[in-house]
Structures are given as C-alpha cells and as structure tokens.
C-alpha cells in the first residue's frame, strides 16, 4: 500500500511539473485565438470569443515580406547546414574512432577542449574572418563552416556510437575486399541512422532557434530567418498586434516538432546508445 501512495505522489507531482512546463505553450496558442486587450487581462487558456484573423494577417508579415518568404529563408539556412553537419560530423569521427595516426589523442583532445570555449569569445574571429571572405549577409557563414566539421559535440557523440559498432565488421568486409570508404559507406553509415538521426534533430532545432548568429551575420530583412522575423515585428509599428506574433511564433514551432514526432524512434534510439557506448 506504501509503495501505492509513493507512486501516487510521484505521479502527481510529475503532472503538475508537466502543467507548469507546458502552460507557456499553450497560453501561446489560446493568445492567437484572442484579440490584444483579452491577452493582456486574461490568464486563461481559452478566449471568451474565438478570432482566427491573426493567422491570416500575421502571415502577410510586414506587408511587402510575407512568412512564407521567413520560412523559405530559413529552410535555405538550416537544411544544408544540417546536411553538411550530419555528413562532415561523421567522417571525422570515423577517422578518430577506426584508424591511428600521428597526434591522434593529441587532436582529439583539442577537439573536445573546443567544447570549453564560450561561444561569445568567437564573434569577434568569426566575424573578421567572414567580412575578410565577403560572406556576410549571405548563408555561406552557416552551411561552409558546417562542411568542415566545426560541431565538435555531435563528432564526440559519433564517435562514441562508431566505437560500439564490432570491428569485427570492419575485419569481415576488408576480408571481402572493401577500403575504408567502402566500409564506411556500407558498414558504418547505415548502422549509425539512429545517432545520425540524433545529430540531425539537435543541429535542426538549434539553428532553426537561432537568434544570435543571424543577427550579427544579416543584415538584408530578405534573408531574415524566423527568428529575426519575429523579433522584427516588434518594431513594424507603435501597436504590437501579440495575437499575430503569438500565431506565427506557433507556426514557427511545428517544423521541429514535426520532425522529432517522425524521427523519434531513431532519435531515443541514438540518445540512449550513444550514452552506453564508448
């Protein structure tokens, strides 16, 4: 009977953590249905009359740039980034976890000291390096970086899933005749979906969310990502529509989830590997 009424209160106590965790959000999507005067003098989730205009007019953006540009932009940004960090991320950690060289341990332990580095002290190299190359205002100071392996979280987290695939595999196709590119493209890539899938789902919702780093590197409203965009709709007029702005910022938020609700399996599955092996 103890152990009843302790898991009782844990559950309890767990769906209330849930309810306070949650309610941001769906006080979010209820303002999107109110008009400004009832999101303001109202807590409740639910507006007394129902308005589905902010969608509509929200997504006509500032009048000469709709959402439907902010999305494209985005997309444009963070699909190739996420390609060429998946991609890059798991050569390297290949290298690192299958073959010995000169200053192997060496490089990996300036890999993972890179972890350390606040992100604020390289602003400032970053920016000088891509005004140098003419890249600002563009999305090459995302996708090109990302094609030479500049993540060394999501290469840690490959190499540690890589390091529990049996080299035994390895041993067996080199046997059949394979190299090391045959091996990699055959053997590891296709056993490596679910941590591949993990570093597909971080990278994506990390730079969907991003906010800091399209603000320094745009400049053109243009090629304004979401989440300019969003911020950028505080300073149209001297009257803040909050029921637009909640609208969008709700439609921001469903590609993310949608990607995780289709690739959830995959990505438990990596979590939960990745953090065993090794």
């Not at 000169?102 to 490089?107: A, T, Y």
């Not at 690739?263 to 599955?269: D, H, L, P, R, S």
Request: charge should be positive; proline fraction near 6%.
């Amino acid at each position: 009977m103890t152990q009843w009424i302790k898991r009782g209160l844990l559950y309890v106590f767990l769906i209330a953590l849930a309810v306070v965790m949650i309610y941001p959000l769906l006080w979010m999507a209820g303002s999107s249905f109110k008009d400004n005067q009832e999101i303001f003098t109202s807590l409740s989730i639910f507006p007394t009359k129902w308005d589905f205009s902010a969608y509509p007019e929200g997504w006509k953006g500032n009048g000469r740039i709709t959402y439907t540009k902010y999305f494209l932009n985005t997309f444009l940004l963070v699909i190739p980034t996420v390609a060429c960090t998946v991609m890059s991320s798991t050569i390297v950690a290949f290298g690192f976890a299958r073959f010995r060289f000169p200053f192997d341990k060496l490089l990996f332990a300036l890999m993972l000291s890179t972890l350390l580095l606040p992100e604020q002290t390289l602003l400032v190299p970053r920016y000088l390096i891509f005004k140098r190359l003419n890249w600002l205002d563009s999305y090459k100071t995302f996708i090109i970086p990302a094609l030479f392996a500049t993540y060394p979280f999501f290469i840690y987290m490959m190499i540690q899933f890589i390091r529990g695939i049996p080299r035994e595999l390895d041993e067996s196709a080199k046997i059949d005749g394979c190299n090391a590119f045959q091996i990699f493209g055959k053997i590891i890539m296709p056993l490596s979906k679910p941590a591949m899938f993990s570093v597909i789902i971080f990278q994506f919702v990390w730079r969907w969310n991003d906010f800091f780093n399209p603000l320094i590197y745009i400049n053109d409203i243009k090629k304004y990502p979401l989440s300019l965009a969003l911020r950028s709709a505080l300073d149209i007029s001297d009257t803040v529509h909050w029921n637009r702005l909640m609208a969008m910022s709700l439609a921001a938020m469903l590609p993310p989830v949608l990607l995780y609700i289709v690739a959830q399996k995959y990505f438990v599955e990596g979590i939960a590997t990745t953090g065993l092996k090794g």
